[in-house]
């Protein structure tokens, strides 16, 4: 037990979350949910609207604090800490991808990948040196002093990777990351993530497309109602080919 | 982190553009109103001390008080100061030289134009380098007057300009005779121009034929006194009234003399610029204060609007602090840009309106800038943009994570 929790970087413990809404309503939009992620694992996390999933994600990346259970971000318990000190934590090891990009509008490609690095405190030479390179890394080379604004979704998607990969993160949080993009940035999106966890980062996806969970992650962790309805894994990772995703798509 | 946040704060500024522009319009009148005040003030002062001829600050003037309501210093006087006053003051110990001086009004005649004008005796001797070195006499055209000159006289400036200032038809050059009280006396030189209306249509002769041509005879007109130190002004001038009420035979509280010091000269000056500026102080602090408002209600729009953006920050490791900071400098920002512009407007309204003054009475003051006044002008206004952010600043930095991200 105590080997295998070695190289577990995210832990949730029978957690809960549980909205009080007016008129003594409680909704529980997620019921006890207990997964354990490993170093260098692609786990998606999939479920239809409603099903909990958001709330789920908030938690795994420690953007909430669960009303019971407990969470764990590299063997600490993070509701023993402050606010700040969480973000800080978060900040180092999570990278985040969201669906809408969430880039900031006023920076430039550059600026909005350096971010993470400011509130981690880095000199500025060193954030320069290293938004230069992750830019460089998605293929963004030539679109370093771009505002978002003048980016297509594909390219401002590949600035959010290179954001996520700022301060060197252990686990990369992807929410939806192509549910705004067209197929076949979409699968480029994918292939870069992919690649990402071949590196060694472990990859979390929040997906309701079954075909995307199922032809990347090797875990998939299917949410209904707020609760874990099953799990798959598959013991050799298969890579399924992009021609057969169309074909399964229809 | 603080660097970062200025960096942050200015591209959310330039980021809003017109937005940022229209919150610090409060400030900036505010803040233009202000310097310009205090710009247009200092030039004031300088303007009406020329006005008054007072262009050296070290001498005290003495004038004998009593029907002294029209008509130049001295004259009309039912007790006019003397010779015996004078030779007092002159004794004095804090009292390095005493020089008489008399101004008579008269009648001139040039050109076949008969006008009416002042005349004002020059002393003999070493008195005559310190009268025009108080001053600051010097010649345009021609010479200055010098001991044993008789029949000659040195005229102001506006006898001499273009534009025939003093009325009489034509210039007067050095060589050319003019009347005076009906006696001719041969112009030799012409001063510079003062940028005062009595300095520059002032006749100026030794005083002995002024005496001859009036008929004064022991009478003063005025007195300059040049203290010995500069710090011995106060204690100069108790001391001169101590020895003129003796003189004069008069107790205190019932003078019939006036000693004043540059300080005092200016005094009626000041009282006028102080009311003006206490109200317009107040307009300014009001504009200010509005300004102030004004930055708040931006910024606490800027808040709402931006609360997604906050989430993002804080979902990529920005701290509360952070947050803060970025939102509190940019609204110190926003102040100091609205000090800054309402600096440059200010003196540029200050610059002006010294010129349409200078125009307006025919002086020439110079504005003065109040660099110490600025610095603290724009420190100031930063600090009224930081105050005005705290609270849209707060309320920024305790978004919670989650909802911010929803938008």
Sequence with gaps: MQKEDENIIIRLDNISKIYEMADDVRVKAVDGISLKIKEGEFVAVMGPSGSGKS???????????PTHGKIFLDNENIAEFEESELAQLRGKKIGFIFQSFNLVPNLTTKENVMLPMIFQGLDKEERVEKAEELLKKVDLGDRMD????????????????????????????????????????GEMVMSFLKKLNSDGKTIIMVTHDPDLAQSHANVVYWLRDGKVEKITRRKNHIHISEKELKVRRG | MIRDSFFLAFKNIRHKGLRSWLTILGIFIGITTVVALISLGNG????????????????????AGGLNSYGPPGSGSVDPLTLEDLDAIKRLGTVERAVRRNIES?????????????????????DRDFVYDMMELEAEVGRLLKDGDGKKIVLGYNFYAEGDKAGFGKRI?????????????????ITKKQGSFLLDNMVLMNNKPLEELMGYGDNVGLIAVKVKNKDLMEEAKLEIEKTLRKTRDVDEGEENFEVSTPEAALGTVNQVLTGVGIFVGLVAGISIFVGGIGIINTMTTSVLERRKEIGIMKAIGAKNSHIFMMFFVESGLMGLMGGIVGVL???????????????????????????????LTLIGSFVIGSLAGIAPAMQAAKQNPVDALRG
């Design chain 1, 55 to 65: 709330t789920a994600m908030n938690m795994i990346g420690s953007l909430d604090i």
């Design chain 1, 146 to 185: 771009h505002y978002p604004n003048q980016l297509s979704g594909g390219q401002m998607q590949r600035v959010a990777i290179a954001r996520s990969l700022a301060n060197d993160p252990e686990v990369i949080l992807a929410d939806e990351p192509t549910g705004n993009l067209d197929t076949k940035t």
């Design chain 2, 44 to 63: 004031l002062k300088d303007a009406v001390n020329a006005q008054f001829g007072i262009s050296s600050t070290e001498v005290i003037t003495i004038q």
């Design chain 2, 106 to 126: 008269g009648k001139l005649e040039f050109n076949d134009i008969v006008g009416f004008g002042f005349a004002g005796s020059i002393p003999d001797g070493e």
């Design chain 2, 173 to 189: 050059y050095p060589g050319d005779m003019i009347l005076l009280q009906d006696e001719n006396f041969e112009v030799v030189g």
């Design chain 2, 345 to 375: 407007f200010g003196v540029t309204i200050g610059y002006l309106g010294i010129s349409g003054i200078n125009n307006f009475i025919g002086i020439e003051s110079q504005i003065k800038l109040d660099y110490m006044l600025m610095s």
